[in-house]
Nanobody, 120 residues
Framework: VQLQAFGGGLVQAGGSLRLSCAAS????????MGWYRQAPGKQRELVAL????????NYGDSVQNRFTISRDSATNTVHLQMNSLKLEDAAVYYC??????????????WGQGTQVTVSS
């Protein structure tokens, strides 16, 4: 499985940004796709995950009601719509895919990180 992430960049606080992650390869193995992020000096944290078999999602507490994950099965792509961005949302965002159904821990496949910078 290969993951290609798109869409990072610079945005003002309060603004919006959309990330996308396209999966390729043995995509039949993927049960869960989503995003994690890591800011300098901080631990990696779960942002949002989506499970393919039932559409269940899980969001990190800090992004609830601001971020929305969606999945396009036709293109094997997940999108992360990020609204009302805060300074503390700045981080490198990593796409992740899991061959297990869990929505609480990352899987073995990672995309390249994409930088999200939020300015005041």
């Amino acid at each position: 499985v290969q993951l290609q992430a798109f869409g990072g960049g610079l945005v003002q606080a309060g603004g919006s940004l959309r990330l996308s992650c396209a999966a390729s390869g043995n995509i039949a193995r993927i049960g869960v796709m989503g995003w994690y992020r890591q800011a300098p000096g901080k631990q990696r944290e779960l942002v949002a995950l989506s499970r393919s078999k039932d559409g269940t999602t899980n969001y990190g507490d800090s992004v609830q009601n601001r971020f929305t994950i969606s999945r396009d099965s036709a293109t094997n792509t997940v999108h992360l719509q990020m609204n009302s961005l805060k300074l503390e949302d700045a981080a490198v965002y990593y796409c992740n895919a899991n061959d297990r159904w869990t929505l609480t821990s990352p899987g073995p496949w990672w995309g390249q990180g994409t930088q999200v910078t939020v300015s005041s």
